[in-house]
């Protein structure tokens, strides 16, 4: 089946320094791919669309100059968490729309520890 | 504002009984609802889904059963087994942006040998 790959699943930074996680299809196309936000014990909560080409669409309330989503090829969509604080601490999950048939993949999820 | 709901956080079940897990929203806009089943540090994993026009979808021991009068949907597995311990999400989308999910809080199911 469909496959969605995270890397890297676990992170552990500084505070005050940035971390890229990355986000690929690997059998399929994505012109979409959505990342979300896992706090413990709560709900996924949806950070930001992303269209391949195109600039990433935010959710209410999220700071789009401290995630940056770049989605740029149809297999690759990448999350930044700029100058990140322990309060980033989570674990960030993408998932991709399949460009035929719109089914939705999720990865793995990355887990995030700012010290 | 949360719009899907689900409002119980862990259910307990023996195994080889019915495990009910529900969810409640409020966006009449919602039309596909699924259910993801998740381990931690893992990614949510597709169940079952329906779309609104449907009130049951079965596939195997999963089955989804959704009341849009009353905006409530449940996923029934039965017989439950061991390995379905896990946190379960609901998800619903609609109003057309048909891929952006809006997820419970999830309910963490243990079933006992």
């Known amino acids: 089946g469909a496959v969605v790959s995270q890397h890297p699943s676990r992170v552990i930074c500084k505070s005050g320094t940035s971390v890229k996680i990355e986000c690929r299809s690997l059998?399929?196309?994505?012109?979409?791919m959505f990342w979300y936000r896992q706090f413990p014990k709560k709900s996924l909560m949806l950070m930001a669309t992303?269209?391949?080409?195109?600039?990433?669409t935010y959710e209410q309330g999220v700071e789009k100059d401290k995630f940056l989503i770049n989605h740029a090829s149809l297999t690759l969509s990448t999350l930044t968490v700029t100058s990140a604080h322990p309060e980033d601490s989570s674990f960030y999950i993408c998932?991709?729309?399949?460009w035929g048939t719109g089914e939705l993949f999720f990865g793995e999820g990355s887990r995030l520890t700012v010290l | 504002d949360q719009q899907v709901k689900q409002n119980s956080p862990s259910l307990s079940v023996q195994e080889g009984r019915i495990s009910i897990l529900n969810c409640d929203y409020t966006?009449?806009?919602?039309?596909?609802f699924l259910w993801y089943k998740k381990y931690p540090a893992e990614g949510p994993t597709f169940l079952i889904s329906?779309?609104?026009?449907?009130d049951k979808n079965e596939d195997g021991r999963f089955t989804v059963f959704l009341n849009k009068s009353a905006k409530h949907l449940s996923l029934h597995i039965v017989p439950s087994q061991p390995g379905d311990s896990a946190v379960y999400f609901c998800?619903?989308?609609?109003?057309?942006?048909?891929?952006?999910?809006?997820f419970g809080t999830g309910t963490l199911l243990a079933v006992q040998p």
């Open positions: 998932s991709a729309s399949h």
């Open positions: 998800a619903a989308s609609g109003g057309g942006a048909t891929n952006k999910l809006i």
């Open positions: 329906i779309s609104s026009i449907k």
């Open positions: 992303s269209n391949e080409g195109s600039k990433a």
């Open positions: 966006n009449s806009m919602f039309d596909y």
């Open positions: 059998d399929f196309q994505a012109t979409t």
